[in-house]
């Protein structure tokens, strides 16, 4: 059975429980205050009679003619009665039961009762006279009033509670269908993303102001950015992965064929032919190291670290990368010791001074500090070079991603990475309980940050 007929069925049922509780109510106090009424009208008959017999010496009067009085003396004999409109009980006893309990006990009694088809309530109570029962006075009124109201009030409560459950039932059916259909939509978007492969397919949303459903689709438009994202971030790292191995490849093989065919050593050959065997290696490595990483089998050696004497031995290297051309400076340093493995920590720091470098045309600065925050030390690597666009920066720490190729053309082939490194360093950091954060100003350069917990005993 459908979510939505199940839905619509709830909706109903507990309408309808509402509905016969309601109206089980109404019917119940209604038919109580006519009961009453009927009751507080027999009442005040008996009284005025009971009067009227003691000042007009045993005449019967009755000031309601839809109320027959009777009166029987002590041996339950019928004495007197009063005209009235419902012939079928004159000359009988209103209730003989009455009569005689009252005769009995000298005590009132009340009753329904059925006679001829006839549903009426009667009253007898004892006529005493200097403590003796002399006699007994009996009311009695047909309930036909009663009972036409009750009937009618039972009809136009059954009437409307139908009408309210038959309506309910449509606006719970409707509603659980508007509110269901966006997801029969996402059922179908999900099946054709499924079988035509089109990551890009996404849910319109058109829910103002989003409600549940509205966020179910926001959700499963982000998971399929992402998906999208990474499916494309493989798809670029096959290809790029192919394309980078192909080179080297084909330089390996072009020299090793010239060798062979001059039967010599050629030392420019050879050259080439190491420097493409130390960039596979370098990629190699970056991957084994990636795939470690995030697998979480990456081995960290933990120790004490001074880490302003990593800044300094990565200072000293970074000078010697950047050349004469690029400015690198360290605008402040201080004295910190963090927990973790100093090569990796290094390596994070190295990759992000040369990407600096890297990414800094020629006369670029480059600085570099250090500094403590509410127990953390951070190392900011600041250039200006050609920054990093918005739309990249979320991406920057993720496996493979490079920002637009044609931005980067002025670096040498040999220095091109494999967009690994960044990633490489996020997952080293996470490790050490640390982060690594990126703010960019693109086109102006762009300052990455790295920060750890401060060793305990040397805060
Ligand atoms: P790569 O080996 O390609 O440099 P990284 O993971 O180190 O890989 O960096 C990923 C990408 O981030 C780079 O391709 C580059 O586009 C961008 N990037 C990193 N550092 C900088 C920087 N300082 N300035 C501008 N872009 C940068």
Same mark, same amino acid.
């Given at each position: 059975?459908?979510?939505?007929?199940?839905?619509?069925?709830?909706?109903?049922?507990?309408?309808?429980?509402?509905?016969?509780?309601?109206?089980?109510? !109404?019917?119940?106090?209604?038919?109580?205050?006519?009961?009453?009424?009927?009751?507080?009208?027999?009442?005040?008959?008996?009284?005025?009679?009971?009067?009227?017999?003691?000042?007009?010496?045993?005449?019967?009067?009755?000031?309601?003619?839809?109320?027959?009085?009777?009166?029987?003396?002590?041996?339950?004999?019928?004495?007197?009665?009063?005209?009235?409109?419902?012939?079928?009980?004159?000359?009988?006893?209103?209730?003989?039961?009455?009569?005689?309990? !009252?005769?009995?006990?000298?005590?009132?009694?009340?009753?329904?009762?059925?006679?001829?088809?006839?549903?009426?309530?009667?009253?007898?109570?004892?006529?005493?006279?200097?403590?003796?029962?002399?006699?007994?006075?009996?009311?009695?009124?047909?309930?036909?009033?009663?009972?036409?109201?009750?009937?009618?009030?039972?009809?136009?409560?059954?009437?409307?509670?139908?009408?309210?459950?038959?309506?309910?039932?449509?606006?719970?059916?409707?509603?659980a269908r508007s509110a269901l259909m966006p997801l029969a939509t996402v059922t179908q978007i999900a099946t054709e993303i499924t079988h035509s492969d089109d990551l890009s397919l996404r849910i319109p949303i058109n829910r103002r102001p989003p409600d549940e459903v509205g966020?179910?689709?926001?959700?499963?438009?982000?998971?399929?950015?992402?998906?999208?994202?990474?499916?494309?971030?493989?798809r670029r790292f096959l290809a790029d992965v192919s394309h980078e191995l192909r080179t080297p490849l084909t330089v390996l093989q072009g020299n090793a064929g010239l060798m062979r065919r001059m039967k010599t050593f050629d030392a420019e050959a050879l050259d080439s032919m190491?420097?493409?065997?130390?960039?596979?290696?370098?990629? !190699?490595?970056?991957?084994?190291?990636?795939?470690?990483?995030?697998?979480?089998?990456?081995?960290?050696?933990?120790?004490?670290?001074?880490?302003?004497?990593?800044?300094?031995?990565?200072?000293?290297?970074?000078? !010697?990368?950047?050349?004469?051309?690029?400015?690198?400076?360290?605008?402040?340093?201080?004295?910190?010791?963090?927990?973790?493995?100093?090569?990796?920590?290094?390596?994070?720091?190295?990759?992000?001074?040369?990407?600096?470098?890297?990414?800094?045309?020629?006369?670029?600065?480059?600085?570099?500090?250090?500094?403590?925050?509410?127990?953390?030390?951070?190392?900011?690597?600041?250039?200006?070079?050609?920054?990093?666009?918005?739309?990249?920066?979320?991406?920057?720490?993720?496996?493979?991603?490079?920002?637009?190729?044609?931005?980067?053309?002025?670096?040498?082939?040999?220095?091109?990475?494999?967009?690994?490194?960044?990633?490489?360093?996020?997952?080293?950091?996470?490790?050490?309980?640390?982060?690594?954060?990126?703010?960019?100003?693109?086109?102006?350069?762009?300052?990455?940050?790295?920060?750890?917990?401060?060793?305990?005993?040397?805060?």
């Amino acid at each position: 059975m459908s979510l939505q007929i199940r839905l619509a069925m709830f909706y109903t049922a507990l309408m309808g429980l509402v509905v016969v509780v309601f109206g089980w109510a !109404v019917y119940a106090r209604s038919t109580e205050i006519l009961m009453s009424q009927v009751d507080v009208r027999l009442e005040s008959a008996i009284k005025n009679a009971g009067n009227a017999l003691r000042n007009q010496n045993g005449a019967l009067i009755t000031y309601d003619d839809t109320i027959l009085l009777q009166l029987y003396d002590s041996n339950g004999d019928l004495l007197n009665s009063t005209d009235t409109s419902e012939a079928a009980l004159a000359g009988k006893v209103i209730d003989p039961k009455g009569l005689s309990v !009252v005769l009995d006990t000298r005590s009132r009694y009340s009753a329904e009762l059925v006679q001829n088809d006839l549903r009426y309530k009667a009253l007898s109570v004892p006529i005493m006279v200097d403590g003796t029962n002399v006699g007994v006075l009996q009311a009695g009124t047909s309930l036909r009033f009663v009972d036409e109201i009750r009937t009618d009030l039972l009809r136009s409560l059954v009437i409307i509670g139908l009408a309210i459950t038959t309506i309910s039932a449509s606006f719970g059916y409707y509603t659980a269908r508007s509110a269901l259909m966006p997801l029969a939509t996402v059922t179908q978007i999900a099946t054709e993303i499924t079988h035509s492969d089109d990551l890009s397919l996404r849910i319109p949303i058109n829910r103002r102001p989003p409600d549940e459903v509205g966020e179910l689709i926001f959700a499963f438009n982000e998971t399929m950015d992402r998906l999208e994202h990474l499916f494309k971030g493989q798809r670029r790292f096959l290809a790029d992965v192919s394309h980078e191995l192909r080179t080297p490849l084909t330089v390996l093989q072009g020299n090793a064929g010239l060798m062979r065919r001059m039967k010599t050593f050629d030392a420019e050959a050879l050259d080439s032919m190491s420097k493409e065997i130390a960039r596979l290696t370098r990629m !190699v490595e970056d991957l084994l190291l990636m795939a470690q990483a995030e697998s979480g089998r990456l081995e960290l050696d933990m120790a004490p670290v001074e880490l302003d004497t990593v800044l300094l031995e990565v200072y000293q290297q970074a000078r !010697v990368l950047a050349g004469e051309r690029k400015h690198i400076q360290i605008l402040e340093i201080d004295q910190v010791q963090v927990m973790g493995d100093r090569d990796r920590l290094k390596q994070v720091l190295l990759n992000l001074v040369s990407n600096a470098i890297k990414y800094t045309p020629p006369d670029g600065n480059i600085s570099l500090e250090m500094y403590k925050q509410n127990g953390n030390v951070c190392i900011s690597v600041q250039d200006d070079g050609i920054g990093i666009h918005p739309d990249d920066l979320k991406y920057i720490f993720e496996r493979f991603y490079r920002a637009e190729k044609s931005r980067t053309r002025f670096i040498d082939y040999d220095q091109k990475g494999f967009g690994l490194g960044l990633s490489i360093a996020y997952w080293i950091m996470m490790r050490h309980n640390g982060r690594i954060e990126v703010e960019s100003d693109y086109g102006h350069g762009a300052t990455f940050r790295m920060c750890l917990p401060i060793a305990p005993d040397t805060l």
